[in-house]
C-alpha cells in the first residue's frame, strides 16, 4: 500500500513537471521560430529598401535573389533578375522567381528560400528572395538542444523526486508496518486467553447448561476468536507472508466443491443457496486463494441475507473472462456505499452485523486476496433488495 501511494506520488509529480517543461518547451519552439520569421522578413524588407534606393548596387544582403517584375502587353509578365551567384546559380534563382509568381501569395517559401512581393513609389513590383538554410539549421539545433537540456533536467529531477519520495514516506512506512507488527503480534497473544477462557466457560457449562452468563462468555469469546483468526490472516497477507502458487486446476470444479457445504448450512438457517457453475473452466491461478474467496463471499451472503432469501452463486465466462459472482436478497448498504464493504470493519447495519456474528473482516481479507492475485473485485448494492459481489478473474 506504501508502495503505491509511493508511486502515486512520483506519478503525479513527475506529470505536472513533465506539463511545466512541455510548456516552456512549446513557448521557446514558438518564439524562436516567431523571432526567426521576423528576422527573415526584416532581411527581405531591408534588400528591397536597399535596392530601390541603390538599384543594383543596393543587393548588400548575402544569399538574395531579386528580380524586377514587368507586365507585358499580353497580361503576362517578364522580369529581370539579380542574384547572389556565391548562393545560387541562375537556373535555381530563376527557378525560385517562377515559382514565386506561379503562386497566388505575395509572399511564401521555397523548400528554405523566403520570398516576398514589393511595390516601390514609382510603381516597380520587385520580388525579393532569400536563402535561411543556414538560419532554419541553427533554429533546429536550437530547438533539438533546448529539447534534450530540458528532458536530462527532467531525467534529474525524476532521481531527486524519488529519492525525496522515499524521505517522506519512510516515516510513514515504518508507522504501518509496526502497526502491522503490533496487530500479529496482539493476535498472536489474544489467542491464549482466548482459548482458556472457551476451555473454562466449556467445563462451568457441563455443570449448569442454562447459565446465561457462561453461555454469554462462550459465545463472546467465540466471537473473539474469529475476530483475531480474521486480523492474523489480514497481517498474515499485508506483511506478504501468504504465497501465491500457480497451477493448472478446473475451476468449475474446485469453486463447485467449496459452495456444496453451504449448502446445509443456507437450509440450517431457513435460506436458499443456488449453484450455477459452468463446467470445465481450466484456470490458471492459486487454488487456495480461490477457496478462500468463495468461502467468504459465501459465508458473508448467507449472513446478510434476509429471512427465508436467496443466495446464488455463479460462475460463468464472458468476452473470454472468467467472472464469479455471488448475490443475496436483501441489502443493509445504500447503493452509493457498495465498495465500502471492502474497508474494514465497515458494517451497514450495526446490529444486525453484531448479531450474525461476523468481525467485520472477511469482506477486506476477500479484497486483499483478490489484489495479491491481480483480480478485479467489486461490489453492486440495490439498498434493501438485493447485493451481488464480482470478481473477476
Not at 539545433?141 to 522515499?166: E, G, Y
Not at 453451504?262 to 473452466?281: H, N, R
Request: net charge negative; charged share 25%.
Amino acid at each position: 500500500m506504501i508502495r503505491k501511494a509511493q508511486i502515486k506520488f512520483i506519478c503525479i509529480t513527475m506529470s505536472i513537471l513533465l506539463g511545466v517543461f512541455s510548456v516552456i518547451f512549446l513557448s521557446v519552439y514558438y518564439l524562436s521560430y516567431h523571432q526567426n520569421d521576423l528576422s527573415i522578413e526584416k532581411t527581405l524588407e531591408d534588400t528591397a529598401a536597399s535596392f530601390f534606393i541603390a538599384g543594383e548596387e543596393g543587393l548588400i544582403h548575402s544569399n538574395s535573389v531579386i528580380a524586377e517584375i514587368k507586365p507585358t502587353q499580353n497580361n503576362g509578365y517578364d522580369y529581370e533578375i539579380w542574384f547572389d551567384d556565391t548562393a545560387f546559380t541562375n537556373e535555381q534563382a530563376n527557378r525560385i522567381v517562377k515559382t514565386a509568381l506561379n503562386r497566388v501569395y505575395s509572399s511564401g517559401k521555397v523548400g528554405n528560400v523566403y520570398y516576398k512581393s514589393f511595390t516601390g513609389n514609382d510603381g516597380v513590383t520587385l520580388l525579393v528572395a532569400t536563402d535561411a538554410t543556414e538560419a532554419m539549421i541553427y533554429l533546429r539545433t536550437t530547438t533539438v538542444n533546448a529539447f534534450f537540456i530540458l528532458f536530462s533536467i527532467l531525467i534529474i529531477l525524476f532521481f531527486i523526486v524519488t529519492a525525496l519520495s522515499k524521505s517522506v514516506f519512510k516515516p510513514i512506512e515504518d508507522a504501518f508496518n509496526k502497526q502491522k507488527q503490533f496487530i500479529s503480534n496482539a493476535s498472536h497473544e489474544l489467542k491464549t486467553p482466548i482459548s482458556v477462557i472457551s476451555a473454562n466457560a466449556d467445563v462451568l457449562l457441563e455443570d449448569d447448561k442454562d447459565n446465561k452468563w457462561i453461555n454469554n462468555i462462550k459465545s463472546q469469546t467465540s466471537r473473539m476468536g474469529v475476530l483475531v483468526e480474521d486480523m492474523l490472516s489480514l497481517a498474515k497477507i499485508d506483511e506478504g507472508k501468504v504465497k501465491i502458487k500457480t497451477e493448472k486446476f478446473n475451476l468449475s470444479d474446485e469453486v463447485n466443491e467449496t459452495a456444496l457445504p453451504f449448502d446445509a448450512v443456507a437450509f440450517e438457517k431457513k435460506k436458499e443457496l443456488e449453484i450455477d457453475i459452468l463446467p470445465d473452466l481450466i484456470y490458471v491461478g492459486d487454488r487456495q486463494s480461490v477457496k478462500q474467496i468463495v468461502n467468504i463471499l459465501l459465508d458473508n451472503a448467507i449472513k446478510h441475507s434476509t429471512d427465508n432469501g436467496t443466495v446464488k452463486i455463479e460462475l460463468k465466462k464472458e468476452n473470454g473472462k472468467i467472472i464469479l459472482s455471488v448475490f443475496n436478497t436483501g441489502s443493509d448498504i445504500p447503493t452509493e456505499n457498495a465498495n465500502k464493504i471492502f474497508e474494514r470493519f465497515y458494517r451497514g447495519d450495526q446490529s444486525r452485523s453484531r448479531e450474525s456474528g461476523g468481525s467485520g473482516l472477511g469482506l477486506s481479507i476477500a479484497k486483499s486476496i483478490a489484489d495479491a492475485n491481480k483480480w478485479k473485485i467489486s461490489a453492486s448494492s440495490s439498498f434493501g433488495e438485493s447485493m451481488t459481489i464480482t470478481v473477476i478473474l
